[in-house]
């Protein structure tokens, strides 16, 4: 089966984490943690970091379910917010290029803003940087 545009030609590269035993697996240490939250009316969902600020998400149906599978885990566990050091790490963490050399749109990511490029900066026109502040290049008669 082909895939479809704009993915074709790209390969699916890493297989995909799709569980958090699979994180564990792939880019689990010692210093992975876990965090659940609830979202919505009943829904939980687990949140896990790994050292370098990487972090998974996965939802369940209830408070309950996502703590019992955080737990199985073995890992530290932090229950209704993120500590203020995890905040820290997932916000310091920098993906590589091999994350937004796997996308469809490369200059995207997989997930996220985009890079800051130079196309993508506002440019000053050659006659905005010659004149003076406040001063229009075009004369009104």
């Known amino acids: 089966m082909s895939r479809a545009w704009p993915f074709e030609g790209k390969s699916e590269g890493v297989e995909k ?7 564990l697996k792939k880019l689990g240490t010692e210093e992975t943690e876990a965090v659940v939250i609830r979202i919505g009316r009943n829904d939980a969902m687990l949140v896990l970091v790994d050292a370098a600020g990487r972090w ?36 310091r963490f920098q993906p590589g290029p091999e994350h937004y050399d796997r996308s ?13 490029y130079p196309e993508n900066r506002p440019r000053r026109l050659p006659a905005e940087a010659e004149a003076p502040h406040g001063a229009s290049s075009s004369a009104k008669g």
């Open 104 to 116: 469809a749109y490369p200059e995207q990511g997989e997930v996220g803003p985009v890079i800051p």
């Open 17 to 23: 984490i799709r569980s958090p035993q699979d994180f």
């Open 56 to 91: 998974e998400r996965w939802v369940y149906h209830s408070l309950e379910e996502a703590l019992a599978a955080g737990r199985s885990l073995g890992v530290t566990l932090h229950e209704g917010e993120y500590p203020e050091e995890l905040r820290v790490r997932i916000g």
